[in-house]
């Protein structure tokens, strides 16, 4: 029964492929590349604002509103400063293909980290926060196996520890956010992962602090969450923020079939109003959906005098 079903997904996949890809393209209008270049080596990632995608490869969708989650490349985003990314992937035959639930995004992992490396080489003063999941199993092979393969091609830019890094050991490297596999020491860790929730997830010597409420009766509610949580981190005790990492998804959906856009337009618009008079501080780690450039310099911007 388990292998038709995941046959059964895969077909879905395939069909909703060929319905929900148009090609997206590179603007290369973006030139935010080096904003960590003025950021200490000593400070902690957990001390900084860092603005990050939701879903980051989630271009195409068959039906509106139900699986575009961003309008800009990978490429694009990174130019225009986002610093944290969200891969969600799949497994078909021997290769990782980017997948928001069963809609194939037109891109496959090989082409996600060749993007990463590139930027990475071309700007060593930053760093790029991943985290990796397997979104939905459609096949037999391992995810972790065929993840650990790719990383292990290019070791050199990967940071795998399971603890919070100072900017200064992570420039020109990937952090690996684990969101895969809770039995392998691959990267930090996220053990307890709550579904649909705010929740703490507490390792040994740092504790991930996550919004992560998505299916959702009201954007008003949503807000409440999300601007608690930029609260808690922008209050948090200087000496506990260096062990307290603080991740927070303004991203959701209304209704049985997914409306994206709408809680994105109104989660956006409160952040807006949040950010447009928010002093100097750390509020976290933001992830958007439809993030554009002036959410990534309202929140980089709190780094700075």
């Known amino acids: 029964m388990r292998s038709i079903i995941s046959s059964v997904v895969a ?51 068959p039906i509106k509103p139900c699986a575009k989650c961003q309008d800009y490349t990978l490429k694009d985003q990174l130019d225009m400063g986002v610093r944290f990314i969200d891969i969600r992937g799949t497994v078909v035959g021997s290769k990782i293909y980017c997948v928001h639930g069963p809609i194939y995004q037109a891109q496959n992992f ?24 397997e979104d939905i199993t459609v096949g037999k ?5 065929i993840a650990k393969k790719y990383i292990d091609e290019n070791k050199e830019f990967w940071f795998m ?70 609260n808690d981190c922008k209050n948090c005790d200087a000496l506990q923020r260096k062990d307290n990492l603080y991740i927070n998804f303004l991203s959701g959906y209304l209704g049985t079939l997914p409306d994206q856009v709408t809680v994105a337009e109104g989660m956006n618009a409160n952040f807006v109003k949040y950010f447009e008079n928010a002093e100097k501080g750390c509020y976290g780690i933001i992830l958007f959906d439809f993030v554009t450039q002036e959410y990534c310099d309202m929140v980089i911007s709190t780094n700075f005098s």
């Open 110 to 133: 090989n082409e996600v980290l060749d993007t990463c490396y590139e930027f990475l080489s071309n700007n060593p003063s930053e760093t790029i926060i991943m985290s990796l999941k």
């Open 11 to 61: 077909l879905v996949t395939l069909i909703l492929a060929v319905f929900g890809i148009g090609e997206v393209k590179d603007t290369n209008q973006f030139q935010n590349t080096i904003w960590m270049s003025a950021i200490s080596d000593d400070a902690y990632l957990s001390e900084l604002s860092i603005p990050g995608t939701h879903d980051t490869c989630a271009l195409y969708e």
């Open 161 to 230: 520890d399971n603890r919070i890094p100072t900017l200064g050991e992570v420039r020109g490297k990937i952090v690996l956010v684990n969101r895969f596999d809770n039995t392998c020491e691959l990267g930090i860790q996220t053990r307890g992962w709550a579904d649909n929730a705010s929740f703490t997830i507490e390792n040994d010597i740092f504790n991930i602090n996550i919004q992560d409420y998505y299916h959702i009766s009201s954007v008003e509610e949503e807000w409440a969450q999300a601007e608690k949580l930029l």
């Open 141 to 145: 092979k391992s995810f972790t196996d």
